[in-house]
């Protein structure tokens, strides 16, 4: 099962997904590089909590603006607007729990064996909708409130 993949610049492993949980959640560890940082998103069906396991998490998320260091984690509710960026010159580890298990899914499904491969991003459209993720700008942009 855990077979680390690229997935957007992010190097992700899949620890537990729907296989082993009967479906209550996914636990993804990932390494972030400097500058990491998704476009604005939200989750309508998942929640999303992130620990930090190593470096340093931006996080905004509705109406907050949090930096998250080593032992900290922030729990983003379905339906919130949110980005969760590396702001900073160093990596960052840490930990995902999507809560029903969904975003594993996506991962599987679009994320490669080789971080030069891109991302089949029809299948990426296709899987975000099915999961319930919704795509609200460009990588740069922050969450509008």
């Not at 972030?32 to 930090?52: A, C, D, I, K, M």
């Not at 996080?59 to 590396?86: C, F, M, Q, R, T």
């Not at 840490?94 to 991962?107: E, K, Q, Y």
Request: zero cysteines; aromatic letters at 8%.
């Amino acid at each position: 099962m855990a077979q680390p993949l690229w997935f957007f610049g992010t190097h992700l492993t899949i620890v537990a997904d729907h296989t082993t949980t009967g479906g209550k959640y996914d636990l993804i560890e990932g390494y972030f590089p400097p500058g990491t940082q998704p476009p604005p998103h939200r989750h309508t069906r998942y929640s999303e909590q992130l620990y930090v396991l190593e470096g340093e998490f931006t996080v905004w998320a509705g109406e907050d603006k949090i930096v998250l260091g080593p032992g900290e984690n922030y729990l983003i509710s379905p339906g919130v607007p949110h980005v969760v960026a590396v702001v900073g010159d160093k990596p960052a580890r840490g930990l995902v729990v999507a809560a029903p298990s969904a975003f594993a899914r996506l991962i599987a499904a679009v994320g490669t064996v080789d971080e030069t491969e891109p991302p089949d991003m029809a299948l990426f459209g296709r899987i975000s909708a099915e999961i319930g993720d919704e795509l609200l700008g460009a990588p740069a942009d922050l969450p509008s409130t």
